[in-house]
């Protein structure tokens, strides 16, 4: 069994494609998987700016349907349409210690960063005790992943080990998978980000990939067309070049880079082919697909989950001695 959740940020963009759902596609066909649209963990962080998550859930199931998530395959649901998320979260919260949530390295990084709003609440405090329910109730054993999470199903795996330990045999400690891919970087040299404003979008037309693209920044020793460059030194080749250029032309545009023998824009044009070679599709499929196929899929899929979550939580009110 795969679990795997994203918060609903609309959309989704390059970074979202390589860093988790190329994965989730690949997965889909050896393992039983659950992906869901983790909308309650969005207002952990954004609840005083709650009005984008409807649609923002909407926009990024339909690029999961786009990029060939398959709802016959993989069931796709909603978090808070499955309200025994919440009620295992409750209980697995009266055996979380709240040293182990106040160690979280997310907790303490996102508390400094995002200074724009208040996060000391309890929701943001106990995130990580909703995501081990995420996950825990489909007895997940696989948790795909970036290495950004890593900690959390590191909890996941120690608060299933307290709740086993403590009542009996329930859940199985999930493994991370990480996700190999490297951060995608945004086209101003920063990870790729909707927030940055940087990002390139499955559905964004050709003519705005290739714009972006042929925009973003390089070794900024190249600045003139004869100036040499070193592709370590080049954002554009570092995340793009690599990820989509084959060995052979690697080798030219690494050549030609430190020789000056090419341009920038020469050597982004070869990355762009392949780059529009693999969102055309993407962009097809999901122009066939409106708002009423996404809630179709969600509704079928929420309603999977809740099946399975009623079993989990008839073993969990069972082994606390609620029943
Ligand atoms: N916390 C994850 C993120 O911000 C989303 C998430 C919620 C998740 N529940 C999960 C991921 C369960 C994997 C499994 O990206
Ligand atoms: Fe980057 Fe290619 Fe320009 Fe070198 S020639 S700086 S690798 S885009």
């Not at 207002?43 to 409807?54: F, G, K, Q, V």
């Not at 995002?114 to 054993?141: C, H, N, W």
């Not at 950004?148 to 120690?158: L, N």
């Amino acid at each position: 069994m795969v679990v795997s959740g994203a918060r609903p940020t609309g959309r989704q963009h390059l970074g979202n494609y390589h860093g988790a759902l190329k994965n989730w596609v690949r997965l889909q066909g050896d393992y039983r998987c659950f992906f869901f649209v983790a909308d309650w963990h969005a207002l952990t962080t954004d609840y005083a700016r709650h009005e984008p998550i409807a649609d923002n859930s909407v926009e990024m199931v339909l690029d999961w349907l786009a990029v060939g998530l398959d709802p016959d395959r993989s069931t796709i649901f909603q978090q808070s349409a499955v309200p025994e998320h919440a009620e295992l979260a409750l209980l697995l919260g009266m055996l979380t210690p709240v040293p182990w949530l106040e160690r979280n390295p997310t907790y303490k990084e996102q508390r400094e960063q995002l200074t724009d709003r208040d996060l000391s609440t309890f929701g943001f405090l106990g995130y990580p005790v909703l995501q081990a329910a995420d996950i825990l109730m489909y007895k997940a054993e696989v948790v795909p992943v970036g290495i950004d999470q890593a900690p959390h199903i590191e909890f996941t795996r120690e608060i299933a080990r307290r709740f086993n330990g403590l009542y009996r045999p329930v859940f199985p400690e999930p493994a991370t998978l990480l996700t190999e891919t490297p951060k995608i970087i945004g086209t101003d040299g920063r990870k790729m980000s909707k927030s940055y404003g940087n990002a390139i979008y499955l559905t964004d037309q050709p003519a705005e990939i290739h714009g972006r693209l042929a925009r973003m920044v390089t070794d900024p020793r190249r600045v003139r067309r004869h100036d040499p460059g070193d592709p370590n030194d080049c954002p554009a080749y570092l995340s793009f070049h690599r990820l989509y250029c084959t060995a052979e032309e690697l080798r030219y545009q690494e050549e030609g880079c430190r020789t000056a023998g090419i341009g920038c824009l020469e050597c982004k044009e070869i990355t762009i082919k392949h780059v529009q070679a693999e969102l055309e599709p993407i962009r097809e499929r999901r122009a066939r697909l409106g708002p009423e196929d996404a809630r179709a899929v969600l509704e079928a899929g929420n309603a999977r989950a809740r099946a399975v979550a009623a079993e989990t939580m008839a073993d969990v009110r069972a082994a606390m001695g609620l029943v």
